[in-house]
Protein backbone atom coordinates (compact mmCIF):
# COMPACT_ATOMS: atom_id res chain seq x y z
CA UNK A 1 0.00 0.00 0.00
CA UNK A 2 1.12 3.25 -0.99
CA UNK A 3 1.14 6.20 1.67
CA UNK A 4 1.61 9.38 1.52
CA UNK A 5 3.05 11.57 3.92
CA UNK A 6 -0.28 13.23 5.16
CA UNK A 7 -1.39 9.43 5.28
CA UNK A 8 0.63 8.38 7.18
CA UNK A 9 0.88 11.36 9.73
CA UNK A 10 -2.56 10.68 9.66
CA UNK A 11 -2.37 6.82 11.07
CA UNK A 12 -3.24 6.31 15.08
CA UNK A 13 -0.95 5.46 17.28
CA UNK A 14 -2.98 2.59 18.30
CA UNK A 15 -4.43 0.67 15.73
CA UNK A 16 -5.77 -2.38 17.44
CA UNK A 17 -7.88 0.39 19.51
CA UNK A 18 -9.11 2.28 16.39
CA UNK A 19 -10.32 -1.25 14.86
CA UNK A 20 -12.00 -2.22 17.94
CA UNK A 21 -13.73 1.23 18.59
CA UNK A 22 -14.89 2.30 15.29
CA UNK A 23 -18.46 0.41 15.45
CA UNK A 24 -19.13 2.14 18.91
CA UNK A 25 -17.49 5.47 17.94
CA UNK A 26 -20.10 8.36 19.12
CA UNK A 27 -22.48 6.24 21.38
CA UNK A 28 -21.20 7.03 24.99
CA UNK A 29 -20.41 10.01 26.30
CA UNK A 30 -18.28 11.61 28.96
CA UNK A 31 -20.35 12.74 31.99
CA UNK A 32 -18.18 13.53 34.79
CA UNK A 33 -14.08 13.18 35.92
CA UNK A 34 -13.48 12.66 39.72
CA UNK A 35 -10.82 12.41 42.30
CA UNK A 36 -10.10 10.84 45.37
CA UNK A 37 -7.09 10.47 47.74
CA UNK A 38 -6.05 7.40 49.76
CA UNK A 39 -3.43 6.73 52.32
CA UNK A 40 -0.69 4.66 51.10
CA UNK A 41 0.53 5.36 47.45
CA UNK A 42 3.16 8.34 47.70
CA UNK A 43 1.09 11.34 47.28
CA UNK A 44 -1.00 9.86 44.13
CA UNK A 45 -4.91 9.96 43.72
CA UNK A 46 -7.65 8.14 41.75
CA UNK A 47 -9.47 9.10 38.87
CA UNK A 48 -12.66 8.42 38.26
CA UNK A 49 -14.42 9.23 34.92
CA UNK A 50 -18.10 8.28 34.77
CA UNK A 51 -20.29 7.89 31.44
CA UNK A 52 -23.99 8.00 30.40
CA UNK A 53 -23.31 4.28 29.06
CA UNK A 54 -23.18 3.69 33.04
CA UNK A 55 -19.77 2.26 32.81
CA UNK A 56 -16.57 4.11 34.87
CA UNK A 57 -13.08 3.78 34.27
CA UNK A 58 -10.29 4.47 36.82
CA UNK A 59 -6.70 6.15 37.13
CA UNK A 60 -4.19 6.72 38.89
CA UNK A 61 -2.84 10.87 38.69
CA UNK A 62 0.62 11.81 40.24
CA UNK A 63 -1.10 14.46 41.90
CA UNK A 64 -3.10 14.63 45.59
CA UNK A 65 -6.80 14.86 45.64
CA UNK A 66 -7.07 18.56 46.08
CA UNK A 67 -4.55 19.26 43.11
CA UNK A 68 -5.71 16.93 40.55
CA UNK A 69 -9.60 18.38 41.52
CA UNK A 70 -8.46 21.95 41.08
CA UNK A 71 -7.02 21.14 37.15
CA UNK A 72 -9.43 19.07 36.42
CA UNK A 73 -12.35 21.54 36.79
CA UNK A 74 -9.62 23.90 33.81
CA UNK A 75 -9.99 20.87 31.98
CA UNK A 76 -13.08 19.29 31.91
CA UNK A 77 -14.78 21.38 29.45
CA UNK A 78 -12.34 19.48 26.94
CA UNK A 79 -13.69 16.12 28.06
CA UNK A 80 -17.64 16.53 29.16
CA UNK A 81 -19.81 15.26 26.56
CA UNK A 82 -17.30 13.85 24.54
CA UNK A 83 -16.35 10.38 23.26
CA UNK A 84 -13.90 8.50 25.69
CA UNK A 85 -12.67 6.65 23.40
CA UNK A 86 -11.20 9.08 21.31
CA UNK A 87 -7.73 8.75 23.81
CA UNK A 88 -5.59 10.31 21.10
CA UNK A 89 -7.84 13.34 20.56
CA UNK A 90 -8.45 13.69 24.16
CA UNK A 91 -4.70 13.13 24.95
CA UNK A 92 -3.09 15.76 22.45
CA UNK A 93 -5.96 18.64 23.46
CA UNK A 94 -5.12 18.10 27.15
CA UNK A 95 -1.02 18.04 26.93
CA UNK A 96 -0.79 20.95 24.58
CA UNK A 97 -2.64 23.48 26.70
CA UNK A 98 -0.89 26.91 27.38
CA UNK A 99 -3.31 29.31 28.36
CA UNK A 100 -4.34 30.23 31.23
CA UNK A 101 -2.84 27.31 32.47
CA UNK A 102 -0.13 25.03 31.12
CA UNK A 103 -1.23 21.30 30.91
CA UNK A 104 -0.69 19.61 34.26
CA UNK A 105 0.75 16.17 33.00
CA UNK A 106 0.56 14.01 36.30
CA UNK A 107 -3.02 14.80 36.28
CA UNK A 108 -3.66 14.29 32.56
CA UNK A 109 -1.31 10.70 33.12
CA UNK A 110 -4.91 9.86 35.29
CA UNK A 111 -7.47 10.69 32.76
CA UNK A 112 -5.52 8.99 30.23
CA UNK A 113 -5.61 5.71 32.49
CA UNK A 114 -9.51 5.86 33.46
CA UNK A 115 -10.05 6.72 29.60
CA UNK A 116 -7.41 3.18 28.98
CA UNK A 117 -9.36 1.30 31.35
CA UNK A 118 -12.90 2.64 30.23
CA UNK A 119 -12.06 1.75 26.88
CA UNK A 120 -11.24 -1.55 27.79
CA UNK A 121 -14.29 -1.77 29.47
CA UNK A 122 -16.91 -0.46 26.84
CA UNK A 123 -14.98 -2.64 24.16
CA UNK A 124 -14.94 -5.94 26.52
CA UNK A 125 -10.96 -6.14 25.70
CA UNK A 126 -7.71 -5.97 28.27
CA UNK A 127 -5.75 -2.85 27.72
CA UNK A 128 -2.78 -4.59 26.39
CA UNK A 129 -4.48 -6.30 23.73
CA UNK A 130 -5.99 -2.39 22.81
CA UNK A 131 -2.34 -1.80 22.64
CA UNK A 132 -2.01 -4.26 19.62
CA UNK A 133 -1.21 -7.39 21.76
CA UNK A 134 1.12 -8.95 24.14
CA UNK A 135 5.04 -9.37 24.12
CA UNK A 136 4.62 -11.22 27.37
CA UNK A 137 2.07 -13.00 29.22
CA UNK A 138 3.58 -11.58 32.74
CA UNK A 139 6.15 -8.54 33.48
CA UNK A 140 9.07 -9.09 35.60
CA UNK A 141 9.15 -6.63 38.96
CA UNK A 142 11.45 -5.54 41.46
CA UNK A 143 10.87 -4.62 44.72
CA UNK A 144 12.08 -2.85 48.05
CA UNK A 145 14.85 -2.96 50.51
CA UNK A 146 13.04 -1.85 53.62
CA UNK A 147 13.23 0.00 57.01
CA UNK A 148 13.98 -2.65 58.92
CA UNK A 149 17.21 -3.41 56.67
CA UNK A 150 20.27 -1.61 58.66
CA UNK A 151 22.63 -1.88 55.21
CA UNK A 152 25.44 -1.58 57.82
CA UNK A 153 24.71 -4.25 60.41
CA UNK A 154 25.55 -7.87 59.13
CA UNK A 155 23.07 -9.30 60.89
CA UNK A 156 20.60 -7.03 60.10
CA UNK A 157 21.25 -8.09 56.48
CA UNK A 158 21.02 -11.67 57.10
CA UNK A 159 17.65 -12.20 58.64
CA UNK A 160 16.52 -9.65 55.89
CA UNK A 161 17.82 -12.19 53.13
CA UNK A 162 16.44 -14.74 55.23
CA UNK A 163 12.74 -13.07 55.00
CA UNK A 164 12.97 -11.89 50.96
CA UNK A 165 14.01 -15.94 50.14
CA UNK A 166 10.99 -17.02 51.88
CA UNK A 167 8.31 -14.68 50.78
CA UNK A 168 5.41 -16.09 48.34
CA UNK A 169 6.69 -13.51 46.04
CA UNK A 170 9.85 -14.83 45.31
CA UNK A 171 11.20 -11.22 44.59
CA UNK A 172 14.80 -11.92 42.85
CA UNK A 173 15.06 -8.02 42.35
CA UNK A 174 15.45 -5.38 45.31
CA UNK A 175 16.40 -1.45 45.14
CA UNK A 176 17.85 -0.51 48.61
CA UNK A 177 17.72 3.76 49.10
CA UNK A 178 21.01 4.90 49.98
CA UNK A 179 19.86 8.17 52.08
CA UNK A 180 19.64 6.15 55.48
CA UNK A 181 23.65 4.77 54.88
CA UNK A 182 24.82 8.79 54.10
CA UNK A 183 22.45 10.41 57.21
CA UNK A 184 21.18 12.71 54.48
CA UNK A 185 17.21 13.72 54.16
CA UNK A 186 15.66 11.48 51.21
CA UNK A 187 14.91 13.57 47.59
CA UNK A 188 17.04 16.78 48.99
CA UNK A 189 19.74 17.73 48.01
CA UNK A 190 23.01 16.34 49.65
CA UNK A 191 26.48 18.50 50.01
CA UNK A 192 29.54 16.54 48.25
CA UNK A 193 29.90 13.28 49.86
CA UNK A 194 32.84 12.82 52.24
CA UNK A 195 35.19 9.67 52.38
CA UNK A 196 33.61 8.45 55.58
CA UNK A 197 30.36 8.52 53.95
CA UNK A 198 31.17 6.66 50.79
CA UNK A 199 33.28 4.10 52.71
CA UNK A 200 29.75 3.07 54.22
CA UNK A 201 28.06 3.16 50.96
CA UNK A 202 31.23 0.31 49.84
CA UNK A 203 30.26 -1.08 53.19
CA UNK A 204 26.52 -1.23 53.52
CA UNK A 205 26.03 -2.81 50.16
CA UNK A 206 28.75 -5.02 50.36
CA UNK A 207 27.10 -6.51 53.47
CA UNK A 208 23.84 -6.78 51.72
CA UNK A 209 25.17 -8.56 48.30
CA UNK A 210 27.15 -11.27 51.00
CA UNK A 211 24.33 -12.16 52.66
CA UNK A 212 21.91 -12.26 49.48
CA UNK A 213 24.41 -14.14 47.69
CA UNK A 214 24.51 -13.79 43.87
CA UNK A 215 20.98 -15.38 43.00
CA UNK A 216 19.23 -11.66 44.43
CA UNK A 217 19.73 -8.71 42.06
CA UNK A 218 20.26 -5.23 44.30
CA UNK A 219 20.14 -2.10 42.98
CA UNK A 220 21.50 1.17 44.51
CA UNK A 221 18.45 3.69 44.90
CA UNK A 222 19.63 7.57 45.25
CA UNK A 223 16.37 10.22 45.17
CA UNK A 224 18.75 13.01 43.56
CA UNK A 225 20.70 13.99 46.37
CA UNK A 226 23.97 13.78 45.28
CA UNK A 227 25.95 16.09 42.98
CA UNK A 228 28.16 15.11 40.17
CA UNK A 229 31.27 14.16 41.96
CA UNK A 230 29.96 12.23 45.06
CA UNK A 231 27.44 10.20 42.26
CA UNK A 232 30.55 9.18 40.56
CA UNK A 233 32.10 8.40 43.92
CA UNK A 234 28.66 6.20 44.72
CA UNK A 235 29.04 4.25 41.64
CA UNK A 236 32.67 3.62 42.25
CA UNK A 237 31.96 2.40 46.18
CA UNK A 238 29.16 -0.02 44.91
CA UNK A 239 30.97 -1.47 41.66
CA UNK A 240 32.54 -4.74 42.95
CA UNK A 241 28.94 -6.01 44.47
CA UNK A 242 27.70 -5.77 40.73
CA UNK A 243 24.72 -4.43 41.20
CA UNK A 244 21.87 -4.20 38.12
CA UNK A 245 21.58 -0.32 38.33
CA UNK A 246 22.26 3.12 40.29
CA UNK A 247 19.09 5.01 40.03
CA UNK A 248 18.37 9.05 40.27
CA UNK A 249 22.53 9.73 41.19
CA UNK A 250 22.10 13.18 40.25
CA UNK A 251 19.39 15.64 40.46
CA UNK A 252 16.35 15.46 37.45
CA UNK A 253 17.35 17.91 34.70
CA UNK A 254 19.09 16.64 31.76
CA UNK A 255 23.02 18.00 31.96
CA UNK A 256 26.78 17.50 31.60
CA UNK A 257 27.10 15.72 34.97
CA UNK A 258 24.94 12.88 33.50
CA UNK A 259 27.21 11.90 30.32
CA UNK A 260 30.39 12.40 33.13
CA UNK A 261 28.74 10.07 35.19
CA UNK A 262 28.05 7.52 32.13
CA UNK A 263 31.28 7.81 31.20
CA UNK A 264 33.20 7.25 34.67
CA UNK A 265 31.53 3.32 35.28
CA UNK A 266 30.05 0.04 34.65
CA UNK A 267 27.60 0.18 36.50
CA UNK A 268 24.19 0.63 34.46
CA UNK A 269 22.31 4.42 35.06
CA UNK A 270 18.45 4.56 35.65
CA UNK A 271 16.44 7.89 35.36
CA UNK A 272 13.24 8.88 34.60
CA UNK A 273 10.14 9.09 37.39
CA UNK A 274 9.67 12.53 37.57
CA UNK A 275 10.21 13.23 33.43
CA UNK A 276 7.49 14.36 31.49
CA UNK A 277 6.47 13.29 28.07
CA UNK A 278 9.11 12.51 25.12
CA UNK A 279 10.52 16.12 25.82
CA UNK A 280 11.77 14.53 29.06
CA UNK A 281 13.60 11.66 28.10
CA UNK A 282 14.62 12.76 24.63
CA UNK A 283 17.73 14.51 26.22
CA UNK A 284 18.98 11.41 28.02
CA UNK A 285 18.16 9.10 25.29
CA UNK A 286 19.90 11.21 22.47
CA UNK A 287 22.58 11.66 24.61
CA UNK A 288 23.19 7.98 25.37
CA UNK A 289 23.50 9.82 28.95
CA UNK A 290 21.81 6.56 30.87
CA UNK A 291 21.35 3.07 30.25
CA UNK A 292 17.67 2.53 30.99
CA UNK A 293 14.93 4.66 31.39
CA UNK A 294 12.00 4.58 34.37
CA UNK A 295 8.94 6.86 33.70
CA UNK A 296 6.08 6.57 35.55
CA UNK A 297 2.78 5.72 34.25
CA UNK A 298 0.90 8.16 36.69
CA UNK A 299 3.30 11.14 36.27
CA UNK A 300 4.58 10.90 32.72
CA UNK A 301 1.80 11.07 30.28
CA UNK A 302 0.29 8.03 30.90
CA UNK A 303 -0.42 4.99 28.96
CA UNK A 304 -0.15 7.47 26.01
CA UNK A 305 2.34 9.75 26.77
CA UNK A 306 4.21 6.48 27.95
CA UNK A 307 3.63 4.70 24.47
CA UNK A 308 5.55 7.51 22.89
CA UNK A 309 8.15 7.53 25.40
CA UNK A 310 9.14 3.44 24.67
CA UNK A 311 8.83 4.50 20.77
CA UNK A 312 11.42 7.00 20.69
CA UNK A 313 13.79 5.11 23.56
CA UNK A 314 13.16 1.79 20.93
CA UNK A 315 15.08 3.73 18.03
CA UNK A 316 18.17 3.34 20.38
CA UNK A 317 17.48 0.14 21.81
CA UNK A 318 16.82 1.69 25.13
CA UNK A 319 15.76 -0.13 27.72
CA UNK A 320 12.31 0.80 29.54
CA UNK A 321 11.29 0.01 33.21
CA UNK A 322 8.08 1.58 35.10
CA UNK A 323 8.55 3.28 38.01
CA UNK A 324 5.38 2.37 40.78
CA UNK A 325 4.93 2.91 44.50
CA UNK A 326 1.39 3.41 44.22
CA UNK A 327 -2.21 2.07 43.81
CA UNK A 328 -3.41 -1.53 42.43
CA UNK A 329 -4.45 0.87 39.46
CA UNK A 330 -1.24 1.97 38.47
CA UNK A 331 0.12 -1.71 39.23
CA UNK A 332 -2.14 -2.97 36.61
CA UNK A 333 -1.76 -0.47 34.02
CA UNK A 334 2.20 -1.11 34.67
CA UNK A 335 1.15 -4.84 33.84
CA UNK A 336 -0.69 -3.99 30.54
CA UNK A 337 1.91 -1.62 29.36
CA UNK A 338 5.37 -3.49 29.74
CA UNK A 339 3.28 -6.44 28.64
CA UNK A 340 2.76 -4.60 25.45
CA UNK A 341 5.95 -2.70 24.39
CA UNK A 342 8.90 -4.79 22.87
CA UNK A 343 11.82 -3.49 25.29
CA UNK A 344 10.34 -3.03 28.45
CA UNK A 345 13.08 -4.24 31.38
CA UNK A 346 10.71 -4.53 34.35
CA UNK A 347 8.43 -2.72 36.77
CA UNK A 348 8.52 -1.42 40.09
CA UNK A 349 6.34 -2.79 42.82
CA UNK A 350 4.76 -2.20 45.93
CA UNK A 351 3.20 -5.53 46.41
CA UNK A 352 4.35 -7.70 48.77
CA UNK A 353 4.96 -5.39 51.45
CA UNK A 354 3.97 -6.33 54.85
CA UNK A 355 0.88 -4.14 55.13
CA UNK A 356 -0.45 -6.01 52.11
CA UNK A 357 -2.19 -2.91 51.23
CA UNK A 358 -2.04 -2.81 47.39
CA UNK A 359 -3.52 -6.39 47.66
CA UNK A 360 -6.35 -5.45 50.06
CA UNK A 361 -7.45 -2.94 47.30
CA UNK A 362 -9.01 -5.83 45.29
CA UNK A 363 -12.66 -7.49 46.08
CA UNK A 364 -11.33 -10.40 44.01
CA UNK A 365 -8.45 -12.33 43.68
CA UNK A 366 -5.05 -10.85 44.33
CA UNK A 367 -2.60 -10.18 41.98
CA UNK A 368 -0.52 -13.33 40.62
CA UNK A 369 3.05 -13.09 41.63
CA UNK A 370 4.92 -15.68 41.62
CA UNK A 371 8.97 -16.05 40.53
CA UNK A 372 9.21 -12.02 40.82
CA UNK A 373 6.17 -12.40 37.79
CA UNK A 374 3.52 -10.33 37.67
CA UNK A 375 0.57 -11.84 35.50
CA UNK A 376 -1.18 -9.66 33.95
CA UNK A 377 -4.89 -9.65 34.01
CA UNK A 378 -7.23 -10.56 31.16
CA UNK A 379 -10.65 -8.99 32.20
CA UNK A 380 -11.72 -6.14 30.23
CA UNK A 381 -9.66 -2.93 30.86
CA UNK A 382 -7.29 -2.88 33.08
CA UNK A 383 -8.81 -5.91 35.28
CA UNK A 384 -9.34 -3.89 38.39
CA UNK A 385 -11.94 -4.94 40.83
CA UNK A 386 -12.19 -2.67 43.98
CA UNK A 387 -12.78 -3.26 47.44
CA UNK A 388 -14.61 -0.24 48.03
CA UNK A 389 -15.27 -0.66 51.40
CA UNK A 390 -11.38 -1.11 51.79
CA UNK A 391 -11.05 2.50 49.92
CA UNK A 392 -13.44 4.12 51.85
CA UNK A 393 -11.49 2.90 55.33
CA UNK A 394 -8.10 4.29 53.27
CA UNK A 395 -9.29 7.60 52.58
CA UNK A 396 -6.47 10.56 53.19
CA UNK A 397 -8.01 12.62 56.64
CA UNK A 398 -10.55 14.82 55.35
CA UNK A 399 -10.94 13.76 51.54
CA UNK A 400 -14.39 13.52 50.21
CA UNK A 401 -15.47 9.95 48.43
CA UNK A 402 -15.61 10.47 44.64
CA UNK A 403 -15.52 14.13 44.84
Same mark, same amino acid.
Given at each position: ?????????????????????????????????????????????????????????????????????????????????????????????????????????????????????????????????????????????????????????????????????????????????????????????? %? !?? *???? +?? $? /?????????? #???????????????????????????????????????????????????????????????????????????????????????????????????????? %? !?? *???? +?? $? /?????????? #?????????????????????????????????????????????????????????????????????
Amino acid at each position: MNLSRRDFLALPLFPALARAAAPVRGKVKITAIRAMAIQNIAGNCLIRIDTDAGVSGYGEAGATGPMARARIATMERYLIGKDPLAIEVHFHELTTLMHTYMAHIPTISGIDLALWDLAGKLLEKPVNVLLGGPFREAIPMYSHGGRELKMLDKSSCRDWAQQIKTAPEGFNTFKIGIDSVLGVPSARYA %Q !TL *TGAQ +LR $N /VARAYMNVRE #AVGDEIDIACHCHNEPDTPSAIAIAKAIEPMNPLFLEDPINVPHHEGWAALKRSTRVPILTGEKLEMVRGFKPFIDAQSCDIIHPDLAFCGGITGAKKIADYAY %Q !TR *TPVA +LH $N /VGSIVLTYAS #AHFGSAIFNFYRSESALGRPTRHVEKMLKGAAPAVKNSQLTVPTAPGLGVDFDFDYLRSQLVPGEPWWS
